[in-house]
T-cell receptor
């Protein structure tokens, strides 16, 4: 089973709202990733967690706050977002943070009004 | 640093004809290379990967890719296109970044399949 699940599928929020995106995998993977994908563009890496510790933050604004409560779960907390943050947010996981294949979830389509 | 160039932003083929999506990479060492497919409003699905074993890599749905080190290419092919192949395709190289795996994406190729 190479499934990564993400909830919700769609999210509409105002600029003053607080919301969270959730990602889950049960493949025993120890590395998890958040990507942001704008329309007609490739995904851009935001964060990397390795063994539940934040390893890479690609200079992401503080209005995005990741959290890894355990090895199967990855959250992305959103607060005071801007309309330009509207995008598809993809979660991925891999066995570890080496050269292994990353498996992607279906994404959360976020619209910020 | 590694990089990936997808030579065509759009490719259009007729159903039943061959598909060729071109990808060139730059790498200072033996790379891991991937092709992912993304259908509209969906996540990315792994088609195939090259990790220095056989140079001809077979993937899902009849796709395959050939690693050519001398040409620094990793082109994706399929003998006969199906309507369901219409999607965005990303060529990806894996780069080491502070000991971690970072995927470097090409800009993508949109494949259209006509009846």
């Amino acid at each position: 089973d190479t499934e990564v699940t993400q909830t919700p599928k769609h999210l509409v929020m105002g600029m003053t709202n607080k919301k969270s995106l959730k990602c889950e995998q049960h493949m025993g993977h120890r590395a998890m990733y958040w990507y942001k994908q704008k329309a007609k563009k490739p995904p851009e890496l935001m964060f990397v967690y390795s063994y539940e510790k934040l390893s890479i933050n690609e200079s992401v604004p503080s209005r995005f706050s990741p959290e890894c409560p355990n090895s199967s779960l990855l959250n992305l907390h959103l607060h005071a977002l801007q309309p330009e943050d509207s995008a598809l947010y993809l979660c991925a996981s891999s066995h570890s943070s080496g050269k292994e294949t990353q498996y992607f979830g279906p994404g959360t389509r976020l619209l910020v009004l | 640093a590694q990089s990936v160039t997808q030579l065509d932003s759009h490719v259009s083929v007729s159903e039943g004809t061959p598909v060729l999506l071109r990808c060139n990479y730059s790498s200072s060492y033996s790379p891991s290379l991937f092709w992912y497919v993304q259908h509209p409003n969906k996540g990315l699905q792994l088609l195939l990967k090259y990790t220095s074993a056989a140079t001809l890599v077979k993937g899902i749905n009849g796709f395959e890719a050939e690693f050519k080190k001398s040409e620094t290419s990793f082109h994706l092919t399929k003998p006969s296109a199906h309507m369901s192949d219409a999607a965005e395709y990303f060529c990806v190289v894996s780069d080491k970044f502070g000991g971690y795996n970072k995927l470097i994406f090409g800009a993508g190729t949109r494949l259209a399949v006509h009846p």
